[in-house]
């Protein structure tokens, strides 16, 4: 299994906080937490709760792969696990009653040319703003952050808007299947300029080994 990293210094656990609302089964609040963690060598889900056990064979049943069937938030709690298992690229995921955030690898240039990987955090607060950060040392770096920034936006524009419209910008808060759209939606925004970079950056090696002929 491949290492989960949060920072460029380590390889850690991987570890995701959720936010959930012990008096609201489908909602999100600050009074419960929810801490999963993944052991990079193992693969071997360990956690604690003080609202709900999380677990992939949890009372769900099984893992959940489809944002639309979560419906509470021990659904949240087991999709956001699947989806940290599934795709080794995706760092992080965490969600409050407000913010969803979830953390991608993707490709930078140290000085322009030498490549590295770094994780970017995509942030969406439930008044509808949608931020893209990347590590401080980035102003060293090339990155495809417009790129990046602008595809997390056109993903997340729709469910927002609704999720908005609904709550109001002044008390906007996040239901359970809401913030697993968006943490699909982010992570799918982010895969795809992951996977574009790659594409371009093996074409370019490509193109320089037959050069070099």
Do not use: C
């Amino acid at each position: 299994m491949t290492n989960k990293i949060f920072t460029s210094s380590s390889l850690a656990l991987a570890a995701m906080v959720f936010m959930a609302s012990a008096a609201s089964a489908a909602g999100l609040g600050a009074t419960g937490v929810v801490q999963v963690q993944i052991d990079p060598l193992t693969g071997v889900t360990t956690g604690a709760s003080t609202s709900v056990a999380v677990d992939a064979t949890n009372s769900i049943g099984a893992a959940i792969t489809d944002s639309t069937a979560v419906h509470s938030q021990d659904a949240l709690s087991v999709y956001t696990e699947t989806m940290l298992k599934s795709d080794d690229n995706l760092t992080a995921a965490k969600v409050s009653a407000s913010t969803v955030s979830v953390s991608y690898k993707e490709r930078a240039h140290l000085f322009g040319f030498i490549p590295m990987w770094v994780s970017v955090t995509a942030t969406a607060d439930a008044d509808g703003t949608v931020q893209v950060s990347y590590p401080w040392y980035s102003f060293l770096a090339s990155t495809d952050a417009a790129d990046v920034t602008a595809k997390v936006k056109a993903n997340t524009a729709t469910t927002l808007a609704a999720s908005t419209a609904v709550h109001g910008s002044a008390n906007a808060a996040f239901d359970a299947q809401t913030a697993a759209q968006l943490v699909s939606q982010m992570r799918l925004a982010m895969k795809s300029a992951h996977d574009s970079a790659d594409m371009s950056a093996s074409a370019n090696a490509t193109a320089g080994a037959k050069a070099s002929y």
